[in-house]
């Protein structure tokens, strides 16, 4: 597969990306003015495996054998070593259903309150099991970010990952579904887009590190 010189740009900026600090509250997380791109997603929908395929490094964000055990933020910085210029977020997976309900309750206020009030959030990427769809936990915490993303101030890019389990029929499907399901969230001023992904045949890729890119730099 040929690399276009954008991606090979794209690629090589997300490659930097680096452990910075782990929080269990919004307080805990640095104070800064750099662009912050959250990615968040069901437990079980690929979000550790998107990010670590993103970076090219097989163990930057930590994939648990056991879904819904990380329950912290952990931020990673881009860039110049000595100066980055935006931050990755990981957010807990959520929905996993052996997770105690007080874990569960507490985790749902902390998200709901990251993407409602975090001041450097400039984008989420949420990733979706194309074969489920948006389930109502997505749509609730797409409703939680929905005021930022319609006014432009959040971007959104949906991610459909595992795409190579589908057929093309079932892709096309899939796309058609996510597209309808942000209608609501869709203004003048929203940036929202929807791509497949895979990280086994690595499709999708490229044009999400362009996309991620080009929300920091322009």
Do not use: C
């Not at 096309?172 to 992904?197: H, K, N, W």
């Amino acid at each position: 597969m040929n690399t276009s010189p954008t991606a090979k740009a794209a690629l090589a900026w997300t490659h930097t990306a680096r452990f910075l600090t782990t929080a269990s509250q919004l307080d805990q997380l640095p104070v800064h003015e750099l662009p912050e791109i959250a990615f968040v997603g069901r437990s079980n929908a690929g979000k550790s495996t998107a990010i670590n395929t993103l970076a090219q490094q097989k163990r930057l964000a930590f994939a648990s054998k056991t879904p819904g055990r990380t329950q912290h933020i952990n931020l990673f910085a881009l860039g110049p070593k000595d100066t980055p210029d935006a931050y990755f977020a990981d957010l807990p997976g959520y929905g996993y259903a052996a997770v105690e309900r007080a874990a569960k309750l507490r985790w749902q206020q902390v998200m709901a309150d990251y993407l409602a009030v975090r001041r450097s959030l400039s984008g989420m990427v949420l990733m979706v099991d194309p074969r489920l769809g948006l389930t109502d936990l997505d749509r609730q915490l797409l409703a939680w970010v929905g005021p930022r993303v319609g006014t432009g101030e959040v971007r959104l890019l949906v991610l459909l990952t595992k795409a190579d389990k589908l057929s093309r029929k079932e892709a096309d499907a899939a796309l058609r579904a996510a597209t309808e399901a942000l209608g609501d969230l869709s203004t003048d001023d929203a940036d929202i887009g929807v791509l497949l992904f895979s990280a086994l045949n690595k499709s999708g890729v490229d044009d999400a590190a362009i996309t991620l890119r080009g929300w920091v730099h322009g």
